[in-house]
T-cell receptor, first 109, second 113 residues
């Protein structure tokens, strides 16, 4: 099975940077995903890491260390619309995803 | 517009009743999934299907059944609803290849009274 931990809540100021950490313990690993979910909506895909290192996509970056069972999602130049829950998910060898409980990010003006 | 649709959007159901949540995708994805999302617990996998004609159990399958008669449809049935099945249900699909993300439907909010 999978055990995935991420902080419950984070608050940051508009224009700032926030880093959301995710640690995992898995019986199999085939990639790590980050999803964004606005209140009352479906999750949407943000990033995918399968090799160690940093993946950058505009204002969002995601990092993976497989040996440490650790990932983070970095949100730069925060905007009010970034207020949402961010879900860390680990995929096993059967392509099934296990999700963390999510981190609610609140961006304040 | 390609994507995943779910029906109904929301439903209030009496305990003991049978209910089928519908999910249809038009992306010709091989794999489909059903999750429930509860406050503080995140998304939990109920059942999945890697290809038409096959299904598998996820983390919380008890009280639910699925079928996958064709590529596009993946209905989820609650045979005899109980209040603990009150949740938001999301259907998702992916093409099943390495690196492919899952696309989620808009969700069904189910309340069992």
């Amino acid at each position: 099975g999978q055990n995935i931990d991420q902080p419950t809540e984070m608050t940051a100021t508009e224009g700032a940077i926030v880093q959301i950490n995710c640690t995992y313990q898995t019986s199999g690993f085939n990639g790590l995903f980050w999803y964004q979910q606005h209140a009352g909506e479906a999750p949407t895909f943000l990033s995918y890491n399968v090799l160690d290192g940093l993946e950058e996509k505009g204002r969002f970056s995601s990092f993976l260390s497989r040996s440490k069972g650790y990932s983070y999602l970095l949100l730069k130049e925060l905007q009010m619309k970034d207020s949402a829950s961010y879900l860390c998910a680990v995929r096993d060898g059967d392509y099934k995803l296990s999700f963390g409980a999510g981190t609610t990010v609140t961006v304040r003006a | 517009i390609a994507g995943i649709t779910q029906a109904p959007t929301s439903q209030i159901l009496a305990a003991g009743r049978r209910m089928t949540l519908r999910c249809t995708q038009d992306m010709r994805h091989n794999a489909m999934y059903w999750y429930r999302q509860d406050l503080g617990l995140g998304l939990r996998l109920i059942h999945y299907s890697n290809t038409a004609g096959t299904t598998g159990k996820g983390e919380v399958p008890d009280g639910y059944s699925v079928s996958r008669a064709n590529t596009d449809d993946f209905p989820l049935t609650l045979s005899s609803a109980v209040p603990s099945q009150t949740s938001v249900y999301f259907c998702a699909s992916s093409d099943g290849t390495s690196g492919s993300e899952q696309y989620f439907g808009p969700g069904t909010r189910l309340t069992v009274t």
